[in-house]
């Protein structure tokens, strides 16, 4: 469910219409809606109700400081994968307790402000990852705790850019090599082991490889504990995906608890969830502007504003987003059109073949779905700077990153000394 809906032939966010944000901020700019996204937080919490567990929104889905303050204070912790989303839940206030860190490259620096800043657990990917842990912790006088993120090799059946769970995937530890990980992390002085780790992908649309995934790391767990390994702490990843088009909708959170606290009952384990895409993907659009209707031999394009560098999901997975007029007409044929960039690749476009309603010159539309893996991975190719974000609740809008501008954008660059 989401706030973005039709009201009087405009959209609305929640109460504010879309063009009078654009009015007041220009083109391209993200919106996203704090009442889907507490809601979404809401329904995955009341989902683990039944069992002690922590959800840890996965900041890279959408890291801007508003949306993690909002879902902090409603409850959420967080799972970082690099020093600077370390940077922004610190700076929003988030105790250490609430925070895991995952990612194959944790580099020394990480490691260290996280010890220090007293996370709950790492997820190790690595061997060498491993010792490195215990050397910074032994440096800083602390015990790191630490879960081991296991590849269980098992296929999520999803695009394969995101399907991270297989044995030819970078992530994790190989199934098989876990027993005599652990047997050795127990051996090491620095190191507090706290559980075990596990995630096989993103936009994940039937639940048995997340069954598949479970029942093989619970082998695992128990196999464990016949040693004298005690795991306290089970995390499962994210990985749930969201309906981004009409077909069979993936299963709903609380279908996705079920499947899985099914599995761990007779377990005593804090679970730990780190969904990003199912909280804020669909509680974000990109709105963008027509600037030009061109037709070709056999094809009209609608060229926007807002190109591959804002939104780089249909270049980087053929992804679908749906698309709306902001402000609709009725009366006008569909027809089918390419909704393309600006930008110098054919890559960039947001629809291919499309059926529409149709578009004028000037005219705003709205990129569905586009909360999560958005902005984040906004970028400035073709030196354009990166859209405006805009945050809002009830009849109030926020811009929460206000656009970049070309001198931002310019001022990190040098011209070499003269004479040279
Ligand atoms: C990306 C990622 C997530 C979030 O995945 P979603 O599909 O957005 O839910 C969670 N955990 C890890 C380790 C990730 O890399």
Redesign the pocket.
């Known amino acids: 469910m989401d706030h973005f809906h039709y009201l009087d032939d405009r959209i609305h966010c929640e109460e504010v219409p879309l063009d009078q944000i654009a009015e007041a901020v220009g083109t391209p700019f993200y919106c996203y809606s704090a009442k889907t996204l507490t809601h979404h937080l809401a329904v995955f919490q009341q989902a683990f109700a039944k069992t002690t567990h922590l959800i840890c929104y996965?900041v890279?889905?959408n890291s801007n400081l508003a949306v993690l303050d909002l879902l902090a204070r409603n409850g959420a912790g967080f799972?970082i994968?690099s020093g600077g989303e370390l940077e922004r839940v610190r700076r929003i206030g988030c105790p250490g307790n609430k925070i895991v860190f995952?990612?194959v490259g944790k580099t020394r620096e990480e490691i260290r402000q996280a010890l220090r800043h007293g996370i709950l657990m790492f997820?190790v990917e690595s061997r060498s990852e491993l010792y490195r842990i215990d050397t910074l912790a032994g440096e800083l006088g602390v015990k790191a705790p630490v879960a081991l993120?296991i590849n269980p090799d098992v296929d999520p059946k999803t695009h394969p850019h995101?399907s991270?769970g297989l044995k030819r995937n970078k992530?994790g530890i190989p199934y098989h090599n876990a027993l005599e990980l652990y047997r050795n992390a127990a051996q090491l002085s620095h190191i507090h082991i706290m559980g075990l780790?596990c995630?096989i992908?993103?936009?994940?649309t039937t639940l048995s490889p997340f069954v598949d995934a479970l029942k093989r790391v619970l082998t695992l767990v128990s196999a464990l504990k016949r040693e004298g390994i005690h795991l306290t702490h089970l995390d499962l990843?994210?990985?749930?995906?969201i309906p981004y088009d009409q077909s069979r909708p993936p299963p709903l959170p609380d279908h996705y608890a079920g499947a899985l606290l099914q599995e761990l009952d007779g377990f005593d384990l804090t679970l730990i969830l780190?969904?990003?895409?199912?909280i804020v993907?669909n509680a974000g659009v990109l709105v963008t502007r027509v600037e030009y209707i061109k037709d070709n031999e056999d094809k009209r394009f609608i060229i926007t504003d807002a190109g591959m560098n804002d939104l780089m999901r249909p270049a980087l997975y053929n992804a679908y987003h749906g698309i709306q007029p902001v402000v609709r007409r009725f009366g006008e044929e569909e027809t089918v059109v390419d909704v393309v960039g600006p930008i110098c690749e054919s890559g960039d476009f947001f629809a291919r073949d499309r059926l529409l309603p149709p578009f004028a010159e000037g005219d705003l539309l709205m990129v569905r779905s586009a909360g999560?893996?958005g902005f984040v991975m906004s970028g400035n190719y073709n030196t354009r700077p990166r859209a405006a974000e805009v945050l809002v609740q009830g009849n109030r809008f926020t811009v929460v990153r206000r656009r970049e501008t070309l001198d931002e954008l310019l001022n990190h660059e040098t011209l070499l000394p003269q004479g040279s």
Do not use: M
């Open positions: 996965s890279k889905a799972d994968v995952s990612g997820n993120r995101i991270t992530f780790d995630h992908g993103s936009q994940l990843g994210g990985g749930l995906g780190e969904p990003g895409r199912v993907g999560a893996y």
